[in-house]
């Protein structure tokens, strides 16, 4: 009503102007520095400086060092029988560390992030008129399945074309040799979910290995049981497993690859902003309950990332890198918020902005990697379906781990 009483009276270009300069007025309002909120006097009353730095202190190495034992362990563990990528441990170890990665997007982050963007310290319009903490985590998550996509697309290419050079370079040596290698051609139809070039994404697998269990007859390898067959059945089954790449162990690297390194952007992302807020933190009230929950959280990420770099097979010094970079990103954060601790106002519209943007994008990101990358590649294998104890373990250690990382919340 009160836009056609003024489109009566007023231009329409003097509405346009009204209007341009009440969104960058509200603009200029969310970025101001200034202290907001009503809690001053309560962070004042536990306010000390020195206290606070000697328990960041304190935060920085137990934090690092619950970092480099998460991401360690499935490294240096593969190598031992019950901590290997393919033993039941891991697997069930796994799905604990996927439930607090899912937690932590959807109870630490994604309410975070809702209640700094529709602080009271905020402009009304736009920020309480619009979910914006939502629409950016549901942005994030869709731009990690593009990433997602557009990586496995790349390393699939590029095993692809190392895979033909090998090949050519086997036949050249083959030929030189006098021996002329025999084809076996592959049938022209491709299970469902199977790509051009054999590559299968997380669904395709699933329907790869229903797939099979159908096609064998009852106790022929329904579950992946390996059995002593007649040549025929050899023969006629020769094609199964030989899908682009040559098997399936190469095709998971390539998948994990991709995970390992978008996961880590995720966990890196929220990982930096958790420790800038706790750095310019001037009251050990709150940075105390803090150093339990962030090294919990910090240990079982570093579980999660540390054995999709173990699955996806990277050189050493390739997987020490990447290990090394998370254990110190939290850290970091922590560092840096202590050297602008004396002139960020971590309570001023623009801090508030800032901090409700990187929550959002970081919860997008870990909630598809934790459900789709993590929890889906896993519950909806082959190995989980014809493994009853695993089953039940599994689904234990997925719902502990998010119901543990859960109730954290209530102390950070």
Not at 209 to 235: F, K
């Given at each position: 009503?009160d836009y056609?009483?003024?489109?009566?009276?007023f231009p329409?270009?003097?509405?346009?102007?009204?209007?341009?300069?009440?969104?960058?007025?509200?603009f200029?309002e969310s970025?101001a520095?200034?202290?907001?909120?009503?809690?001053?006097a309560?962070?004042e009353?536990?306010?000390?400086?020195?206290?606070?730095?000697?328990?960041?202190?304190?935060a920085?190495a137990?934090?690092l060092?619950?970092g480099?034992?998460g991401?360690a362990?499935p490294?240096f563990?593969?190598?031992?029988?019950?901590?290997?990528t393919?033993?039941?441990?891991?697997?069930?170890?796994k799905?604990?560390a996927?439930g607090?990665i899912?937690?932590?997007?959807?109870v630490?982050?994604?309410p975070?992030?809702?209640s700094?963007?529709?602080?009271?310290?905020?402009?009304?319009?736009?920020?309480?008129?619009?979910?914006?903490?939502?629409?950016?985590?549901?942005?994030?998550a869709?731009?990690?399945?593009?990433?997602d996509?557009?990586?496995t697309?790349?390393?699939e290419k590029?095993q692809?074309?190392?895979n033909?050079?090998v090949?050519i370079d086997?036949v050249d040596?083959?030929?030189?040799?006098?021996i002329?290698?025999?084809?076996?051609?592959e049938r022209?139809?491709k299970?469902f979910g199977?790509?051009?070039g054999?590559?299968m994404?997380?669904?395709g697998?699933h329907a790869?290995?229903?797939h099979?269990?159908?096609?064998?007859?009852p106790?022929q390898?329904?579950?992946?049981h390996v059995?002593?067959?007649?040549h025929e059945?050899?023969?006629?089954?020769?094609?199964s497993?030989?899908?682009?790449?040559g098997?399936?162990d190469e095709e998971?690297s390539?998948r994990?690859i991709v995970v390992s390194q978008v996961?880590?952007?995720?966990?890196?992302?929220h990982?930096?902003?958790i420790?800038i807020?706790l750095g310019?933190?001037?009251?050990p009230?709150?940075?105390?309950?803090l150093?339990?929950a962030?090294s919990?959280h910090?240990f079982?990420?570093?579980?999660?990332?540390?054995g999709?770099?173990?699955?996806?097979?990277f050189?050493?010094l390739?997987?020490?890198l990447?290990?090394s970079?998370?254990?110190v990103?939290?850290?970091v954060g922590?560092a840096?918020g202590?050297?602008?601790s004396?002139f960020?106002?971590?309570?001023?519209?623009r801090?508030?902005v800032?901090?409700?943007?990187?929550d959002s994008?970081?919860a997008?990101?870990l909630?598809?990697m934790?459900l789709?990358?993590l929890?889906?590649?896993?519950?909806?294998?082959?190995r989980?379906?014809?493994?009853v104890?695993?089953?039940?373990v599994?689904?234990?250690?997925?719902?502990?781990?998010a119901g543990?990382m859960?109730?954290?919340?209530?102390?950070?």
């Amino acid at each position: 009503d009160d836009y056609f009483v003024m489109s009566s009276k007023f231009p329409h270009s003097l509405i346009w102007g009204v209007q341009k300069d009440s969104i960058l007025q509200n603009f200029s309002e969310s970025m101001a520095t200034t202290t907001c909120g009503g809690d001053g006097a309560d962070l004042e009353a536990c306010r000390d400086d020195k206290l606070a730095l000697i328990i960041k202190m304190v935060a920085i190495a137990s934090i690092l060092i619950a970092g480099v034992l998460g991401v360690a362990i499935p490294l240096f563990g593969k190598k031992r029988r019950f901590l290997r990528t393919d033993s039941n441990v891991f697997f069930a170890a796994k799905a604990f560390a996927a439930g607090v990665i899912l937690a932590t997007g959807f109870v630490h982050m994604l309410p975070d992030a809702t209640s700094a963007l529709t602080d009271t310290c905020l402009p009304t319009y736009p920020w309480s008129k619009f979910p914006f903490a939502g629409f950016i985590a549901m942005m994030a998550a869709l731009a990690t399945l593009l990433v997602d996509f557009i990586g496995t697309q790349y390393y699939e290419k590029k095993q692809e074309t190392q895979n033909q050079t090998v090949r050519i370079d086997s036949v050249d040596v083959e030929s030189e040799s006098g021996i002329v290698p025999v084809e076996v051609k592959e049938r022209d139809g491709k299970v469902f979910g199977e790509e051009e070039g054999g590559a299968m994404h997380i669904v395709g697998m699933h329907a790869h290995a229903a797939h099979h269990r159908h096609n064998h007859p009852p106790g022929q390898e329904a579950c992946g049981h390996v059995r002593d067959h007649s040549h025929e059945h050899s023969h006629s089954h020769s094609h199964s497993h030989s899908h682009g790449f040559g098997g399936g162990d190469e095709e998971g690297s390539v998948r994990h690859i991709v995970v390992s390194q978008v996961l880590e952007l995720g966990i890196v992302s929220h990982s930096i902003i958790i420790g800038i807020s706790l750095g310019v933190s001037h009251s050990p009230c709150t940075i105390r309950p803090l150093i339990a929950a962030l090294s919990f959280h910090q240990f079982f990420e570093g579980f999660a990332l540390g054995g999709c770099i173990s699955q996806a097979q990277f050189k050493t010094l390739h997987s020490t890198l990447m290990a090394s970079f998370f254990a110190v990103t939290t850290p970091v954060g922590i560092a840096i918020g202590i050297a602008i601790s004396s002139f960020y106002n971590a309570n001023s519209p623009r801090a508030l902005v800032i901090e409700g943007v990187f929550d959002s994008i970081s919860a997008g990101i870990l909630v598809y990697m934790a459900l789709v990358d993590l929890i889906a590649a896993d519950f909806l294998s082959k190995r989980m379906s014809c493994n009853v104890r695993l089953q039940v373990v599994s689904y234990f250690t997925l719902f502990l781990g998010a119901g543990l990382m859960s109730s954290l919340a209530i102390w950070a």
